[in-house]
């Protein structure tokens, strides 16, 4: 193969290019009157817009996008799409919570126009015009409207008196040389707008501070006003955390204090929002194609400004936050200032007059943006609230001057933007500089060599391509699955491009993203015109990039094959050719000898060696998106581990993540180390091992296991090989088996998993186990088979279901037995859930006395289940008896004694609120004999109380029908509170 280095390609003479000799777009001029009512949450407004039709079409309708009435029902395209992602707080409000738009009477140049709703979406109307509008002509629309204001689902709306106002008007939808682009509005899934010109006039209570899209018209009292809030908030951001803390309460107790009076001065007086001290702000701003403002009465406002690298312009910075994230947000101004000035360093200088971010509660991500301003939500940290304010103060130039099609192609501006982020915080803390995304109280050795592109691009990719999960980057926005629309527009996009940015040079990249700035800028760029941009700028082929990465979901894997003397074999694993880089090092003098760039390839290619002896690291700075980057180094001279989790080295001899460990329960005291390595990054092989020395006894336990992970092979979905050894808890255990799962790629569900397992165990110290539920005399031999089945008939309906067939023997005893169980979850309403299971259960060896199903379950006989008390002797009562739900589960019934059978049926409900506590009721019916205290019943049936705490459910009776008698607080009642404990030993030894 011919070898070539990127560093000949000339850095290309500043080329000016030029819209395509077709390209059209609409202009729209607004001039918007609002008033908002802070009683009713509400705004009451009118809307005169000029469309002038730049198009070559003569315009019959006009489609308006309506969007605050995506609010208004669980029929709109925002709820149903909330509810598939999981998201059941819409679904489930209240008439009252939820918002819309109406009082609209559309007139086209005075004349009364006919209108109607979309067919499917009740948030997009199209205006039948009175006149057809040729090319050229401009026609004047006007409408009152209202809107109710929801409480903030998403993006739009308010918590008490605290106002995020976005999407909230009549806008037109884009027309373009595509045509029409009516949309929904939709949470995973932006907006195309048309660009223009806004005058909005705000009129609100004059105790609010309002940050706006544009600047203020005539606005000198109101920023004064500002500038002397700015003043105050520069005073408190110079506070030391410990007096801030104190301020901080005080003016909590203030706000509350003004409320209260506020509110019983309304009471009393009756005083209408009319009749208040109010203000009108006006706000102007050209070449936007969005308006949005803000407001709260508690604001901590800060001012500053910046000076543009290329045109030295001079910007006003605002921030304006909320005193609860006052500590937090103290050096905003610092993140919206380099934000600012890298972006003009990228792309071209910033147009507008002021740069703003607000303090919000928005519900659609961490943080949204609008031309000059962006709201931004709750973060863990610092570092992370300057990642947000720089990712959303980026969207001004990719999407907001550069306004491409967002439902369409989110690549455009959330991909684009991404890797703008990567760039933006190499060139500001350094090359690879860590990420920290972990909350302030956790100690930092976690992820502490976790750089911008591995953490927030590289990591969430890796882990779909491997598992064949991925969709190609060019799509619509709601045609990605909820995972990949982080994982594939934001990561992938945007590793990718900052490998595309290191493979071309930053000169290059940088010539053509200010050529894509200048040529572009407040018009609608396409994906081809972007590609065009780079074609006038680079001389290589880049169809690896512009077919390869953004249409298909082909990856790119080079693993070294073999190495001689002379000469490396490298394959290529995948389909992507995505361009190679080599380095040459000398290990012994630890040392780069040479590095060079190689055309990407397919297949396997050998390349000859110019020094032998050398080590060869494929991607040697991991810049390169390649899903499985541990076979990329030919020789390994040290050994690395991390803490906890962190970023993998595999140029050393990677031995996993040190995680501390500890074993408890009545028997053992462990204390140790785990090493774990595959599940994050994900591999083709993964392993824990995790010993510890049991204090309580004196003696080394713990765990190892190993696992393959294969997807897409053999007409499988995946394919998991385990095996493990596992000594604690006064035995020894070795297991191997497989787990083969069977579902559609992209989604998780529906899926069906078969799982078959073989235990060999050795009972170490018999005298923790109970004799008469457990027998360890010799060393038993158990194998099972599990098929489980899992559906969510819809977002609020889930089923489970699950048949176990098993077989165990000691060479004295034989068991053999099968259950089927279903389990149903129904999300009834937004405090009540509803849960019920049958169980079917059929015995046709009965020896071996723990396999021997239970009234009150599994005695978890193959050790798969974390069970604190297995002796039911120890101190902690609670867990004497620990439940182990899959077998009969009847929650509160005996353990011990003469409760198990043949064959039975078993069904339990359960109804639960959102507070964790809940009423259960279960049944059981036997053709068998059970013995309860010398009595014999065929049917149990037990109703009680549950609290749920996560890890732990407690099951408290209230009645049972075998000890009727038994009063609260009774001992035989306290014998019958069972726990129990949800998480699974096999998943918690490899930290899965």
Known sequence: MKR?????????????????????????????????????????????????NNSPDTLNFIWFH??????????????????????????????????????????????????????????????????????????????????????????????????????????????DMEGWHPMPYLDQGEFYSEFGTFDVSITLPRDYVVMATGDLIDGDREYSWLDSLAAEGAKVAALSKKELKVWRKKQMKVQRKRDRKAKKHRKEQAVEPAQR???????????????????????????????????????????????????????????????????????????????????????AGGGMEYPNITVISTTQNKTMLEMVIMHEVGHNWVY??????????????????????????????????????????????????????WLLEYSGYQSRAFTRDDQPIELTSEEFNLRNYGSIVYGKTGAYTYFLHHFLGEATMFGALHDYYQTWKFHHPRPADFKNIFDQHVDIDLSWYFDGVLHSTDFVDYAIEDVSRDSITIVNKGKLKAPLQLAFCDLNKNLQVSRGWYEGFTGSKTIPLENPGLCVRVDPYEILP?????????????????????????????????????????????????????????????????????????????????????????????????????????????????????RRPIVSDPWTSLTIRGWRHNFRNTDIFDPQSWQTDSPITSVSLELKHFRKVNPLLKINKQLSIRYATNSKQDFAGASFNSQITWRMTRKYRLGGHLTATRVFKNGLSQYQPAAAGSLDPDFENYVWDRSAQGDFTLLQRQ??????????????????????????????????????????????????????????????????????????????????????????????????????VDKLKSWR
């Open 4 to 52: 070539w280095i990127i560093f000949f390609i000339p850095l290309t003479i500043l080329w000016c290019g030029s819209l395509p000799p077709d390209y059209f777009q609409q202009d729209v001029s607004y001039d918007i009157q609002v008033k908002l009512d802070d009683e009713n949450h509400t705004l009451s407004a009118n809307e005169r817009l000029e469309y002038t």
């Open 66 to 175: 309506l969007w605050p009435n995506a609010y208004k029902n669980n029929n709109t395209a925002l709820a149903r799409q909330q509810l598939i992602n999981g998201r059941t707080r819409f679904h489930f409000s209240s008439k009252q919570q939820r918002g819309y738009i109406d009082s609209l009477d559309f007139k086209v140049d005075g004349l009364e126009a006919r209108w109607d709703f979309h067919p499917q979406w009740i948030d997009v109307a199209k205006i039948i015009l009175p006149k057809p509008l040729p090319p050229g002509k401009t026609v004047i629309i006007e409408t009152p409207f209202f809107v109710k204001l929801p409480e903030i689902f998403s993006r739009m709306g308010h918590t008490g008196r605290h106002y995020e106002i976005t999407q909230w008007y009549p806008k037109p939808a884009v027309y």
């Open 277 to 363: 001290d109010l203000k009108t702000l006006h706000y102007h701003q050209e070449k936007v194609h969005d308006f949005a403002w803000f407001a709260d009465r508690d604001y901590i406002v800060q001012k500053g400004s910046l000076t543009t690298p290329e045109l030295n312009r001079k910007v006003t910075l605002w921030s304006a936050y909320l005193p609860k994230n006052a500590e937090l947000w103290r050096n905003s101004l610092e993140y919206l200032h380099d934000a600012g000035y890298w972006y003009s360093k990228f792309y071209g200088d910033y147009p507008y007059n002021h740069i703003t971010a607000v303090d919000g509660d928005l519900s």
């Open 400 to 453: 907001g001057i550069l306004g491409s099609n967002e439902r369409d192609h989110a690549w455009m501006d959330e991909g684009l933007n991404e890797y703008s982020n990567s760039i933006y915080w190499e060139k500001k803390y350094g090359w690879k500089a860590p990420l920290n995304v972990l909350p302030e109280k956790l100690p930092r050795f976690i992820l502490r060599n976790a750089d911008f592109t």
């Open 626 to 742: 390649d899903i499985d980057r541990s076979n990329n180094v030919s020789h390994r001279s040290c050994v690395d581990v991390t803490l906890i989790a962190d970023k993998p080295n595999y140029f050393s001899f990677y031995l996993g993540n040190l995680i501390p460990i500890g074993w408890l329960n009545a028997y053992n005291r462990g204390l140790g180390i785990g090493l774990q390595r595959g599940t994050f990054p994900r591999e083709y092989f993964d392993y824990s091992i995790s010993p510890a020395f049991d204090l309580a006894n004196s003696t080394f336990i713990g765990s190892v296991r190993i696992e393959g992970n294969y997807y897409r092979v053999a007409g499988l979905d995946e394919l998991h090989p385990f095996a493990g050894y596992d000594r604690n808890r006064g035995r020894e255990s070795l297991y191997l088996g497989g787990k083969f799962i069977f």
């Open 883 to 984: 439940f182990v739900p899959g077998v009969a589960s009847m929650r509160v019934a005996p353990v011990s004694g003469k409760t198990n059978y043949n064959t039975a049926l078993a069904l339990g409900i359960e109804i639960g609120n959102l507070m964790r506590v809940g009423l259960f009721a279960d049944f059981l019916y036997t053709p068998d004999n059970l013995d309860i205290d010398g009595d014999l019943y065929h049917q149990l049936f037990s109703t009680g109380l549950s609290l749920d705490l996560n890890l732990l459910k407690i099951y408290v009776p209230l009645y049972m029908n075998w000890a009727a008698s038994a009063n609260p607080g009774s001992r035989v009642w306290r014998d019958h509170i069972r726990a129990e404990i949800t998480f699974n």
